[in-house]
Structures are given as C-alpha cells and as structure tokens.
C-alpha cells in the first residue's frame, strides 16, 4: 500500500510539474484549450493521465479528473521514422541547426510566427529559429531526471517534429484502460505499434555493431555537408539572381516611366505639330529645295523646287506685309533673297545660252522654242515677277535674236525663189493685140509656148490642200517655167506658217507675263522687216507683168491665207495681209485696162483698114462678099480670159473691182464685134446678124459651166444680147 501511494505521489508530482513547466491548461472534460502541444508535451500529458486513472483506480474513488487530450496521430511521417513512443535502433548524433537558406523552421510547431509573416523582410533568408524563453527550464531535462536515461530514447527518437500536428481532444474518452498486467512504459509502446500498423521488434544494438557503422554515418554526415554546401551555393545564386531580378524590375519600371514620359511627349508634340506645322512650313525653305537651285540641272526637277520657292516667297512676303510681323519670317527672308537671286541668275544664263544657239547655222528655230523655252516657260514667269527689268531685257534680246533668223532665212528663201523661171507676160499678149507679136516676143525671151489668156491648170493651185514651201535648195535647182503665182505662193506659205508658228509661241511663253497687245508689239517687231521683205517680193513679181489671171491667183491666195490666219487666231498678220492685197488689186485693174486698151485699140483701127483686115483675117483686096460669118479670134481669145477671171472669181463678194474692169473690157468687147458686123453693110444684114449670133454663142458656149453671181450675170448679159440680134 506504501508503495502504490508512493506511485501515486510521483504521479502527481509529474503532472503538476509537466503542467507547471509547460504552461499547460488543466480543466474539465469537454473545456476548449488555448494550447498547442508539442509532441513532447504530449508524452507528459499522456503520462500523467494514465497515472491519474492509477491512482483512482487505486484509491478505490470515481473522480473526474482533469483530462488532457490524448496524444495526436501524426499526420505524415517521413520514411524510416518511428512512433513517439517507440525505441529506436540507432540513434543519430545530435547536430545544430542547418545553416542553409533553403531550410524552414525546425519545428512548425514551436513557433506560431508564418512564414508570409510581414515582420520578414522581402529577399531576406527563409529560414527562421524559434529560441525558447530564457526563465523555463527545459521538460527533456526535467523528465530525464525524473525517469532516468531510458527517456532519452523516446525522447530523442521525436525529435524531428517535422511532421508533427497539433494535439487535438478526442471526442470520446475512455476511462478504464486495461493494461494487461503491463507497465505504463511496454503498454505506451505497444500501443504505438498498433496505432501505426506495423509492429516492430528492436533488438538492442551493442557498441561494436555501432562501430562497424561508423564510417557510414561519418559518410553521412559528410554528404549532409556537402549538401549543405551546395545549398549555400545555390543560396547564394537565388540571392543574386533575387538582386538581379530587383535591379531588372527597376530598370523595368524606370523604362516603363520613360516609355510614359516619351508618350505623353510624343502626343504633345503631335498636338503641337498640328497646330505650328503649316506656320512653320510657310516659313521654312527645304534643304533639298536649295541644293536643287543652287546646284542642280535646269530639268523638270528644277522646275519643281523653282516653283516652291516661288510659292514659299509668296507666302513670306505675305506674312511680312501683315501687321504682325513674323520674327520668323524676317530670319529667313535674306535666305529666302539670296536663293531668289541665284535662281534669277540661273534662268539669265539659261535663257541666254538658247538664244545664242539660236545664231548658230542650220538651227531651226522651233526646235529650240519646244524644246527649250516653252518646256521651261515658268523660269520667264519667275523671271518677270521677281526681276522684271532682266525679264525686258531677255525678252528684247530674243526678240532682236529672232528678228534677225526671220529677215535672213527669209532672205536666202526669196533669193532662192527668184531663181525659178516665170513666164512674162506683158502688152503683146493682150487680148486685142495682134497675135504675131506675141510670138515674136516669146521667140525672142527664149521661154516655152503658152497662153496667158486660158486658166487651164493654173486653177490647181488653189485647190491643192496642205500645201508646203518648197525648200530653198529644190527652188534653186528647178529649171521649169511656172507662171508669177508659184514663188508668190511658196514664199507666203513660208511666211504664214513662220508668223502662225511664232505667234503662238509668244503667246505661249510670254503670257500671263505680259498683255496680249505687248504679245502683239513683240510679233510686229520680230517680222516687220520679213513682212516687208514679203511685200517688196510680190511686187517685184506683179511689177511688169499684165497677167490678170496670175494677179488675181494672188489675190485669191491672199485671201485663203487671211483665213488660215483667222482659223489660227492670229490676227497680227491682218497687216501684211492687207498690204498684199494692196499691191495686187491695182497691178490687176491696171492689167484688166490695158486688155481693154488693146481691144479699143484694135476696134479703132478697123475704120481705116476695114473689117476684112482687122486683126489679119484677111487680105485688104478681098471682098466684103467673101467675109466669113464665123466667130472672130477677138471672141474666142475674150472667151478664155473671160472663162477664167469668172472661175477665178466664183466666191468673190460685191466689192471687188473684178465686176467693173470685167464691165469695162466686155463693153469694149461688145463695140468692138459691132463695128465689125457694120463691115458686112446693107446687103449683108443678115450675115451680120449671123456673125453676131456665132460670137454671143461662142462666147455663152466657153463661160456655160462656169458657177458663181458673177458668172450668172455674164451669160444674162449676152443671152440677152444674142436674143436682141434676132429680133432686129
């Protein structure tokens, strides 16, 4: 009985002292608890309530004393790890803390700090020790001097609380426990066993076996070493790649701030860019604009700066005359003048390297004209608005450049033109002269037989469309005779072309420069020695001749290139035009009279030598019996010339002086046939009558296909005349 009450003192003794040293709370069954055990304090609570169910058992009473949770299966064990309560084989050597910063606490469960806890700083070592207070004595010891060494065992053999989970108060208690006659120590340890399913038998390890096993725990400890050392190292590379990641992060955020102010820059002068960009593009001149200029090729690409400078200058002078004056464009106006005035001499030597080309021999000026001042006729509109004086200038020296190529071209053209023979006709072959003189006087010039009183083919002239000059060197070589109208033609087609050609092109290259009457004063002046020289050639022509056909070709020629010039829209030619004309109107009424004349002539002379001999029908001896009464040559010879001045004048207007001068000869005509219808006398009335039928017919017969008012009016006239014949 001693010795159980000496059991149940000792009991007690190591509850008080367990729950003292451990801060343990001791209550009612069912009562929460506001601790945590350790797998340690869970060996001592599990002590002493078996010892507390002893001593009631012993005392013979029912008490409900304080009941500690039974101790907590744990959760997960590592491999090779026994049961708290069971002994193990080999007992590994104590060893300090691990220094490596991959390791977590040693015991999750003796410390309640977490490992997100925010009192760790951000990059520091993961691994933290829990040291225990400095005033409790530690339970090992405690519960070593009170069991004795045994403990150390079980002890020990829990020291890695790993896995270890927080004791939990089962929901049933049981209160009588049957030992089976074992001691508290075998039944703890049995129990163990139970609970993990897998019995062990331990058999003590003796201090040879121990030392047999030495050196593999010595190899051990060393790879834990060396683990250990390789866990420095890649300690030491996750914090430098930790301060790396850090030092990447801030420069990663400072880009990202960059980037933002760039951003925020960017839109900014975007905004800004949109509001200044056209002020600050009316002020500023490209640089390319002023390599250009100063040292490129006059080409379509200089044209093209030529004309933002002129744009760019027009917009500055703008600014510049404004109120509010413009600091900027006052810095970049000299630029602005002295790149004008390198442009302004640039197109000077330009323009005059074309117009001394236009000197030179065999050029032809048009080419020049195309190729060189209408494709680059914007220099002379920059010239005239930013120099006009050297604009005056280079236009007066073209003009007397081009004055001078006209007067001399056409000069060697009319003397190539003179060379072709014409044919002279003059008073002996007037239509009332007498016909040997008229072949005496072409025997004698050595020209070709012709008939200058028939049209024939020399109507073709007119008729001809696109018709050309004829060159200097083919007029030159052309020994055939042509009539007064072919030089008069070739020249004047030469001139008209020349004169449409430049007009168009003054009015091309120097407008909107300059008027359309300042156009005209420069026309008048660049081809009033030419036309000049085209006047003194046709009269030169028309002179000394008595062709009224050929004249009045001119004349009609004339009149077809007045409305060619009008069809170009050239109206500045109007002059030479005119001028022509008054040179061969008069040259033709004064041919036109002298055709009258020979018939007046020859009517004048039929009293003294008769009608018989008139014109040398017939021999003065011959009868007035014997007279023919067939149409005289005077008729048939009128009838020609009459045919072709109608043809000749089939769209002629009212006032002409073709009718009168025809009128005239007609009349002359007519009093000519009627004196020699008197040479028949009484007897021969109605031969006379016949003769004067035969002539009118003759004549009606030559002119009945010819069209137009002027020819209406002739055959009314002699119809009329034949029908009063045959009433007398």
Excluded at 163 to 182: I, M, Y
Aim: net charge neutral.
């Amino acid at each position: 009985m001693a010795a159980q009450w000496k059991e149940m003192m000792f009991v007690q003794e190591l509850w008080g002292l367990a729950a003292s040293k451990n801060n343990l709370h001791v209550g009612n069954v069912g009562e929460p608890r506001s601790h945590v055990w350790t797998p340690q304090q869970s060996f001592f609570v599990s002590v002493a309530w078996v010892s507390a169910m002893w001593l009631d058992r012993l005392s013979g009473h029912s008490t409900s004393s304080p009941s500690p949770p039974p101790v907590q299966k744990r959760s997960s064990r590592g491999p090779g790890r026994s049961s708290h309560l069971a002994p193990v084989t080999a007992i590994r050597p104590p060893y300090g803390p691990r220094t490596s910063s991959l390791g977590i606490g040693s015991r999750p469960s003796n410390s309640t700090t977490s490992l997100n806890s925010p009192g760790l700083p951000y990059g520091s070592s993961l691994r933290q020790q829990i040291v225990p207070p400095t005033d409790i004595a530690d339970p090992l010891d405690v519960l070593k001097n009170i069991l004795g060494k045994e403990l150390d065992n079980v002890v020990n053999g829990q020291v890695d609380g790993d896995d270890a989970t927080t004791s939990q108060k089962p929901a049933h208690l049981v209160e009588d426990v049957d030992f089976g006659g074992l001691s508290l120590h075998t039944f703890a340890e049995n129990a163990s066993q139970e609970e993990n399913g897998n019995p062990q038998h331990f058999i003590t390890q003796t201090f040879e076996e121990y030392e047999t096993k030495k050196d593999k725990f010595d190899d051990l400890h060393r790879s834990i070493l060396a683990c250990d050392d390789v866990l420095k190292s890649v300690q030491t590379s996750l914090t430098s790649f930790q301060q790396d990641l850090g030092a990447v992060s801030a420069e990663i955020e400072t880009l990202q701030s960059r980037s933002a102010a760039m951003n925020t820059r960017l839109q900014n002068r975007k905004v800004v860019e949109k509001l200044l960009g056209p002020a600050v593009e009316d002020v500023s001149i490209p640089p390319a604009v002023i390599t250009t200029i100063a040292e490129g090729p006059v080409d379509a690409v200089w044209i093209k700066a030529l004309e933002e400078l002129d744009k760019r200058s027009r917009t500055l002078h703008a600014k510049l005359e404004d109120s509010d004056h413009c600091k900027a464009a006052l810095d970049v106006k000299p630029l602005l003048d002295d790149l004008t005035s390198k442009a302004v001499e640039r197109i000077r030597d330009f323009f005059v390297s074309q117009i001394k080309a236009i000197r030179s021999p065999n050029i032809n000026v048009q080419i020049i004209q195309q190729q060189s001042f209408l494709r680059y006729k914007d220099l002379y509109s920059f010239l005239a608005s930013h120099h006009p004086v050297l604009a005056e200038e280079i236009g007066q020296a073209y003009i007397n450049t081009v004055r001078w190529y006209y007067l001399s071209n056409f000069s060697r053209y009319k003397q190539s033109l003179e060379r072709i023979p014409i044919f002279i006709v003059n008073k002996n072959d007037a239509i009332g002269a007498d016909p040997s003189n008229h072949r005496a006087s072409t025997n004698k010039t050595s020209q070709p037989s012709h008939d200058p009183l028939a049209i024939g083919r020399r109507l073709d002239v007119l008729k001809r469309s696109n018709q050309s000059a004829l060159p200097s060197h083919l007029a030159e070589d052309n020994k055939l005779t042509h009539y007064l109208e072919t030089p008069f033609l070739y020249y004047n087609l030469a001139l008209i072309d020349n004169a449409a050609a430049e007009y168009s092109f003054l009015a091309q290259f120097f407008s909107p420069a300059v008027s359309f009457q300042t156009i005209s004063r420069h026309f008048s002046a660049i081809f009033s020695p030419t036309f000049a020289l085209g006047h003194s050639f046709t009269k030169s022509l028309v002179e000394e001749s008595d062709d009224c056909l050929g004249i009045l070709i001119c004349v009609r020629l004339n009149q077809h290139f007045a409305f060619e010039l009008q069809r170009r829209k050239i109206p500045v030619a109007d002059g030479y035009i005119n001028g022509t004309n008054m040179l061969l109107w008069p040259r033709f009424q004064l041919a036109m009279d002298m055709h009258a004349e020979s018939v007046k002539r020859a009517t004048s002379t039929i009293s003294t030598r008769g009608a018989a001999s008139a014109l040398g029908l017939s021999s003065s001896s011959e009868s007035a019996a014997k007279q023919s009464t067939a149409p005289h040559m005077l008729t048939q010879r009128f009838g020609q010339f009459l045919q072709g001045i109608l043809m000749l004048s089939r769209d002629a207007g009212d006032d002409e002086p073709v009718g009168h001068s025809l009128s005239r000869l007609r009349s002359e005509v007519e009093a000519f046939l009627t004196k020699v219808g008197k040479g028949f006398g009484s007897a021969g009335e109605r031969k006379r009558e016949r003769f004067m039928v035969n002539n009118y017919s003759l004549i009606l017969t030559i002119v009945g296909d010819t069209g137009g008012k002027l020819a209406s009016e002739v055959r009314d006239h002699f119809e009329g005349l034949k029908e009063s014949v045959g009433r007398t």
